[in-house]
């Protein structure tokens, strides 16, 4: 399998699924803009979007994928059929009896993490209501998750990295039609949600059918905790729930902070969060989904030298690419946010307030990137307390980040913190590897960042000056030349960016890899 291709493969599907979901974004923003309604559907959706995170795609997936990895390449068909169906039953009927619960606390869990908002009662029974009714998408993303995870130890990718685009097109319907039947418009984005999850779910079925892996589910919801596969799973859970959580509970912490910082700041570090997502997810989420199945079977086969070459090209991509891109968001934040937003209720002051989170989350954008490189290397080799650890002191470190920051940038300080809080964890992933000697870097590597630092300077200057020549929300009036101009500017940006690496004597012939 060529690597290479196979992850311009992932990344045009996350490509799709990344402009859809900026063109949901620009619909959302145009609807809503930024006020206490948009702050009440973004924090009733952060609550099921976190245990989906937690218990299907973050934690689950770190235990599920290198077992199953080794099912499928050591104990044969029958028994990798056997472990999946027991998964899934476990999985799918622990999260709907989460949903159930859930839907029944919403109340109490949007006082923790949302004190600010009960200044404004409307918008707090509003969120309660939206956060009720987007529970239960947590149980479709759990079947989501597991369907992702057989798939891609298959290595049948373009599936789930299509996936997400069903939510987008979702969010896009309700955004555009199903806001005209709802008294109060912004229920309507919660029910397109729900929407989306199940045609995640449905686009799941057909292709898990093909490979002869679709799940039996039981009606008992204790059938399958006999098997030692999903006990082995479930051990690998429980700190990888803790790892993941750390995260997670950073994100509620910062929101509880932005919800304190004024109306529409939660919107605000959101629709910066968006455009930080679209090259985190291009690279980091479409890396770590390549990398983690064929470490994992490298980890299986026991053949270092194929793991610790996996990695050297994954991080040289991510260095070639997240450099650019970091540089890239943090001179066009402006520009990017006002072609994306600045239309409908998102006005100019909108466009500022949301920028600078974005310029802050660019700082930390390489960080992410590196997490995300970095993490499949310790899951490959069912090592979960290591990134745990890592990921609890990354916690404190991002909160008392928070105590310099917030205070004197507001909400991109929370961003800032984030991003620096991103960059020390994969500092410490990466020292973790080197002292293990899981990997060791091939040759090369100086020569390789001082021509990037040369021409990301270049580049990075050439787009300043460039985006600087224009007044980007004066041009509101003439949305597409506006989009023309930020198009153009990247591609300029780009250009200069490979020409230079070229000039400099950059091979792409370099980064062109096999998997075994």
């Known amino acids: ?93 622990a999260t709907v009896i989460t949903s159930i619960v859930g839907i029944i606390g919403s109340p109490v869990l949007l006082i923790f993490i949302a004190s600010g908002m009960r200044d404004n009662p409307q918008a707090f029974d509003a969120s309660v209501l939206m956060t009720r009714m987007m529970f239960p998408y947590i149980a479709c993303m759990s079947f989501v998750a597991l369907a992702g995870g057989v798939l891609n130890t298959w290595r049948q990718f373009k599936i789930p990295a ?140 026991g053949d270092t030298a194929e793991y610790s070459a996996l990695l050297n090209w994954g991080l040289r991509l991510t260095f070639l690419l997240a450099l650019p891109a970091a540089v890239g968001l943090a001179v066009m934040a402006k520009p990017l946010i006002a072609a994306l937003f600045n239309y409908g209720k998102f006005n100019a002051g909108a466009v500022e307030s949301s920028a600078a989170p974005l310029m802050a989350y660019a700082a930390g954008l390489l960080g992410i990137i590196l997490v995300k490189t970095l993490a499949p290397a310790f899951y490959a080799r069912q090592d979960i307390r290591t990134p745990v650890k890592i990921a609890v002191g990354v916690l404190v470190a991002t909160q008392l980040m928070n105590l310099v920051f917030v205070p004197i940038l507001g909400v991109a300080g929370l961003a800032l913190s984030i991003g620096m809080g991103a960059c020390l964890n994969a500092g410490f992933l990466y020292t973790g590897l080197r002292r293990r000697g899981i990997y060791n870097p091939h040759a090369g590597w100086t020569s390789f960042f001082l021509r990037l630092v040369v021409a990301v300077a270049v580049m990075g200057a050439v787009t300043w000056f460039v985006q600087s020549q224009l007044d980007w929300t004066a041009m509101r009036a003439h949305p597409w030349l506006r989009v023309g101009a930020v198009l153009g500017i990247i591609c300029v940006a780009g250009a200069t960016y490979f020409a230079v690496l070229l000039a400099l004597g950059f091979k792409l012939r370099d980064f062109k890899r096999s998997a075994k």
């Open 1 to 93: 399998m060529n690597l290479l291709k196979t992850l311009a493969a992932i990344s045009s599907m996350t490509m799709l699924s990344r402009i859809t979901g900026l063109l949901r974004e620009s619909l959302f923003a145009r609807a809503f803009g930024q006020s206490a309604y948009t702050d009440a559907f973004i924090v009733a959706f952060r609550i099921p979007n976190l245990l989906r995170r937690l218990f299907a795609e973050g934690a689950f997936s770190q235990a599920f994928v290198p077992i199953l990895s080794e099912y499928k390449n050591q104990h044969g068909e029958t028994a990798t059929k056997g472990l999946v169906d027991h998964v899934a039953n476990s999985l799918v009927w």
């Open 162 to 301: 299509f996936t997400p685009v069903l939510l987008n097109l979702a969010s896009i319907f309700g955004a555009l039609v199903l806001v005209h039947f709802f008294h109060t418009p912004i229920y309507a984005m919660a029910v397109a949600t729900m929407i989306g999850g199940l045609l995640q779910v449905g686009i799941q079925i057909p292709a898990l059918m093909k490979i002869g892996m679709l799940p039996r589910l039981s009606a008992n919801p204790f059938a399958g905790l006999h098997d030692p596969g999903v006990r082995r799973i479930l051990q690998k859970m429980g700190p990888a729930v803790f790892a993941v959580s750390a995260a997670q509970i950073s994100l509620l912490i910062n929101t509880s902070i932005a919800t304190n910082l004024g109306e529409g700041a939660v919107s605000a570090l959101q629709y910066a969060d968006r455009l930080m997502e679209f090259p985190t997810g291009l690279l980091g989420v479409a890396l770590g989904t390549l990398l983690l199945p064929n470490l994992s079977k490298a980890s299986v086969e």
